[in-house]
């Protein structure tokens, strides 16, 4: 008993240290917890790594290695806060690297969707989804931009163009020969000039027509020799390159080619005839509604359109009445073209042709001579089951920018198929509604030639000074 005693006497001092060493424990835990800085002091304590490695991507930027910026924003741990100027840096890499898929979502970063776009940004970028498929293994995407390009028409595309001259593709070299005159470049390109000289007679014909439209009176002598040498369509385009220079009796000879028995002479006549807008031509082109070749009456009615003038409305009312579908449909969109509102019951009565094509070209008649109505029937146009239907619906109203018509393009743009989904991109490139938010969406499609076709169109938008760029 007396052992226990003792026992316990020399547990005590024991129990005593432990809880005296557990409660310094705990006085420790408690302090560190007092003195430890909440979530955003802690966050604060690791913006040195983010500035030391914002001023690393700056120097690795200064010096073109945009590899190495984008391994650097790749780094960045997934819950960390970038700055803009990091994001910008990755972006601008993105760009310098053509890489306009990636560089999407930085500038989604940079400019949320609650805020007004910023040109300086979105047209480089939209610039670059052109330019970074010019080399595409693919032709089709190759000739998606340069036909794109052409359309725009960019002289600070001059290098990428000339380029084209010398792809493989026919229509990639037509395409970038036309972009060169359309971006006013064609006085100084060496290559241009050289394309007269190409082993395809479309990418000749596109160089003669950009260098008489820039009015390069040196390559007179070329144009007179393709003249009296060819007995083809080539011809007749040198007739209209050299008319364009001033040799105003080439109109004669022009007009001789429409009566010519070769079909592809005749139609190039009055394509020709049709862009040239003499006085004296209306009457070729009228008698051109009635050949016995339905590709030439559809190629005379188109012309008309081109001419513009009211004297065409006969011609293309018995247009409408023709056989041929094709030439009916062509018929139909020259009526609109010209402007006069009386021919708005010729045009509504094709509404109900059998050819549904025909009815959406009517329909493209009708909202050009300001018929809202019609968008009701390019509506039911663009439920249609077949595909081509409805993209032929949504090149209808890229003739007005109703908000109606912008609705049923938003909804073309979810298609399943690719063509209606193209049309619909390229119409509301042509719209002057605020539209910038569906393009956007436009280049994220699967579809590479859909992407290109968005990022036309929003050059086409960001060209109109009285565009509102504010995402809705």
Not at 30 to 45: C, D, N
Not at 213 to 218: F, H, N, Q
């Given at each position: 008993?007396?052992?226990?005693?003792?026992?316990?006497?020399?547990?005590r001092?024991?129990?005593?240290?432990?809880?005296?060493?557990?409660?310094?424990?705990?006085?420790?835990?408690?302090?560190?917890?007092?003195?430890?800085?909440?979530?955003?002091?802690?966050?604060?304590?690791?913006?040195?790594?983010?500035?030391?490695?914002?001023?690393?991507?700056?120097?690795?930027?200064?010096?073109?290695?945009y590899?190495?910026?984008?391994?650097?924003?790749?780094?960045?741990?997934?819950?960390?806060?970038?700055?803009?100027?990091?994001?910008?840096?990755?972006?601008?890499?993105s760009?310098?690297?053509?890489?306009?898929?990636?560089?999407?979502?930085?500038?989604?970063?940079?400019?949320?969707?609650?805020?007004?776009?910023?040109?300086?940004?979105?047209?480089?970028?939209?610039?670059?989804?052109?330019?970074?498929?010019?080399?595409?293994?693919?032709?089709y995407?190759?000739?998606?931009?340069?036909?794109?390009?052409?359309?725009?028409?960019?002289?600070?595309?001059?290098?990428?163009?000339?380029?084209?001259?010398?792809?493989?593709?026919?229509?990639?070299?037509?395409?970038?020969?036309?972009?060169?005159?359309?971006?006013?470049?064609?006085?100084?390109?060496?290559?241009?000039?050289?394309?007269?000289?190409?082993?395809?007679?479309?990418?000749?014909?596109?160089?003669?027509?950009?260098?008489?439209?820039?009015?390069?009176?040196?390559?007179?002598?070329?144009?007179?020799?393709?003249?009296r040498?060819?007995?083809?369509?080539?011809?007749?385009?040198?007739?209209?390159?050299?008319?364009?220079?001033?040799?105003?009796?080439?109109?004669?000879?022009?007009?001789?080619?429409?009566?010519?028995?070769?079909?592809?002479?005749r139609?190039?006549?009055?394509?020709?005839l049709?862009?040239?807008?003499?006085?004296?031509?209306?009457?070729v082109?009228?008698?051109?509604?009635?050949?016995?070749?339905?590709?030439?009456?559809?190629?005379?009615?188109?012309?008309?359109?081109?001419?513009?003038?009211?004297?065409?409305?006969a011609?293309?009312?018995?247009?409408?009445?023709?056989?041929?579908?094709?030439?009916?449909?062509?018929?139909?969109?020259?009526?609109?073209?010209?402007?006069?509102?009386?021919?708005?019951?010729?045009?509504?009565?094709l509404?109900?042709?059998?050819?549904?094509?025909?009815?959406?070209?009517?329909?493209?008649?009708?909202?050009?001579?300001?018929?809202?109505?019609?968008?009701?029937?390019?509506?039911?146009?663009?439920?249609?089951?077949?595909?081509?239907?409805?993209?032929?619906?949504?090149?209808?109203?890229?003739?007005?920018?109703?908000?109606?018509?912008?609705?049923?393009?938003?909804?073309?743009l979810?298609?399943?198929?690719?063509?209606?989904?193209?049309?619909?991109?390229k119409?509301?490139?042509?719209?002057?509604?605020?539209?910038?938010?569906?393009?956007?969406?436009?280049?994220?499609?699967?579809?590479?030639?859909?992407?290109?076709?968005?990022?036309?169109?929003?050059?086409?938008?960001?060209?109109?000074?009285?565009?509102?760029?504010?995402?809705?």
């Amino acid at each position: 008993m007396v052992n226990d005693r003792r026992s316990g006497t020399l547990q005590r001092p024991r129990r005593c240290a432990v809880t005296a060493h557990l409660r310094m424990l705990l006085l420790l835990t408690l302090w560190t917890i007092v003195v430890s800085p909440p979530p955003a002091e802690a966050r604060t304590l690791t913006a040195p790594t983010g500035s030391a490695l914002e001023h690393e991507a700056t120097d690795a930027f200064k010096h073109a290695e945009y590899d190495r910026v984008l391994k650097l924003w790749q780094s960045l741990p997934p819950e960390t806060t970038p700055s803009k100027p990091l994001i910008r840096l990755a972006f601008q890499s993105s760009l310098k690297l053509g890489r306009p898929e990636e560089a999407l979502p930085l500038y989604q970063k940079l400019v949320p969707a609650d805020q007004q776009d910023d040109p300086a940004l979105l047209r480089p970028l939209a610039l670059s989804f052109l330019t970074s498929h010019v080399r595409d293994s693919q032709e089709y995407v190759r000739i998606a931009a340069y036909t794109v390009l052409a359309e725009l028409g960019l002289a600070e595309t001059e290098a990428v163009l000339e380029d084209g001259l010398l792809d493989t593709s026919v229509l990639v070299r037509a395409r970038a020969a036309e972009a060169i005159g359309k971006a006013g470049l064609a006085g100084k390109s060496g290559p241009l000039r050289r394309a007269l000289n190409d082993v395809m007679p479309a990418v000749r014909i596109a160089a003669m027509n950009a260098l008489s439209e820039a009015k390069v009176t040196d390559i007179m002598p070329h144009l007179i020799e393709i003249a009296r040498t060819d007995n083809g369509p080539e011809a007749v385009f040198a007739y209209a390159a050299l008319y364009r220079l001033g040799k105003q009796d080439m109109l004669t000879d022009i007009t001789g080619a429409a009566t010519l028995p070769d079909p592809d002479v005749r139609m190039a006549a009055l394509g020709v005839l049709g862009r040239l807008k003499s006085p004296s031509s209306l009457s070729v082109l009228s008698q051109g509604v009635y050949d016995p070749e339905p590709s030439v009456r559809a190629f005379a009615a188109g012309a008309l359109g081109d001419y513009g003038v009211v004297g065409g409305v006969a011609p293309l009312t018995h247009g409408l009445g023709d056989e041929s579908a094709r030439v009916r449909a062509v018929a139909a969109t020259s009526l609109g073209r010209l402007g006069v509102r009386e021919n708005q019951p010729l045009l509504r009565a094709l509404t109900r042709d059998a050819n549904m094509q025909v009815r959406a070209s009517a329909v493209e008649g009708l909202l050009r001579l300001g018929d809202r109505s019609a968008i009701l029937l390019a509506a039911d146009l663009a439920r249609h089951q077949d595909p081509s239907i409805r993209a032929a619906a949504a090149h209808a109203l890229a003739a007005t920018s109703d908000k109606q018509a912008v609705a049923v393009l938003q909804t073309l743009l979810q298609d399943q198929q690719p063509q209606p989904r193209l049309l619909a991109v390229k119409a509301l490139g042509k719209s002057a509604a605020p539209v910038a938010p569906l393009l956007k969406k436009g280049l994220q499609d699967s579809d590479v030639a859909i992407r290109l076709a968005a990022a036309g169109s929003l050059l086409q938008q960001l060209r109109r000074p009285t565009t509102a760029h504010k995402v809705r």
